[in-house]
């Protein structure tokens, strides 16, 4: 099986605070993805990678920032945490970017920013 | 800009009941439309999905419609279950450049009363 891993369950930080999002998944997949996800909003795309180095703005990146070190990892960084970034952060992955290529999700990270 | 539009927000089926969850899209270069479900504390996960040459899918109890000239597709859930309670997001894929990305609902709160 799949499996997506997230490094946080639950975070607090404080505003201002620079904030990393860690993600691995243990498949060998080319594509990884960030997403947030608010009640009433759905998932909206930050950003996401389809190779090592290689990255693409989602829909909505302004106040984010990534990084693909190696394959398995894909990091989302919060230069300067605000409050408006309180949210579920959800990471995924796929095989390799085709059209019907399922995306596996991780468990998410509620991030609260006071 | 919403790209594809999910309804209702949220949805209380008895047990047996059929739950119906519509989605709209705007977007004629979607290829790919899956369905995701989502229960409390996971991430989503890939339920069913549907090519748009393709009028109807189904997968033991629940079938995907889609009307392309509408350009409308649905979720039904047959003999719906307790076990069915979950947030269910319609979503559609766009390929471009050699990768492609979901664009989701807002999704579906379904909850089945026993």
């Known amino acids: 099986d799949v499996k997506v891993t997230q490094s946080s369950r639950y975070l607090v930080k404080r505003t201002g605070e620079k904030v990393f999002l860690e993600c691995v998944q243990d498949?060998?997949?080319?594509?990884m993805f960030w997403y947030r996800q608010d009640p009433g909003l759905g998932l909206r795309l930050i950003y996401f990678?389809?190779?090592?180095?290689?990255?693409e703005k989602g829909d909505i990146p302004e106040g984010y920032s990534v990084s693909r070190e190696k394959k398995e990892r894909f990091s989302l960084i919060l230069e300067s945490a605000s409050t408006n970034q309180t949210s579920m952060y959800l990471c995924?992955?796929?095989?390799?970017?085709?059209?019907?290529?399922?995306?596996?999700f991780g468990p998410g990270t509620r991030l609260t920013v006071l | 800009q919403q790209q594809v539009k999910q309804s209702p927000q949220s949805l209380i089926v008895q047990k047996g009941g059929i739950s119906i969850i519509n989605c709209a899209y705007e977007?004629?270069?979607?290829?790919?439309f899956p369905w995701y479900q989502q229960f409390p504390g996971k991430g989503p996960a890939l339920l069913i999905a549907?090519?748009?040459?393709?009028s109807e899918k189904k997968e033991g109890r629940f079938t995907i419609s889609f009307n392309k000239s509408a350009k409308q597709f649905s979720l039904h859930i047959m003999d719906s279950q307790p076990g069915d309670s979950a947030t269910y997001f319609c979503?559609?894929?766009?390929?471009?450049?050699?990768?492609?990305?979901?664009?989701f609902g807002k999704g579906t709160m379904l909850l089945v009363s026993p």
């Open positions: 995924a992955s796929s095989l390799f970017g085709g059209s019907k290529d399922e995306q596996f």
């Open positions: 498949m060998d997949h080319e594509n």
């Open positions: 990678s389809y190779d090592v180095k290689m990255k």
């Open positions: 977007n004629t270069a979607f290829d790919y």
């Open positions: 549907i090519r748009p040459d393709v």
């Open positions: 979503a559609a894929t766009t390929f471009n450049s050699g990768y492609s990305t979901l664009t």
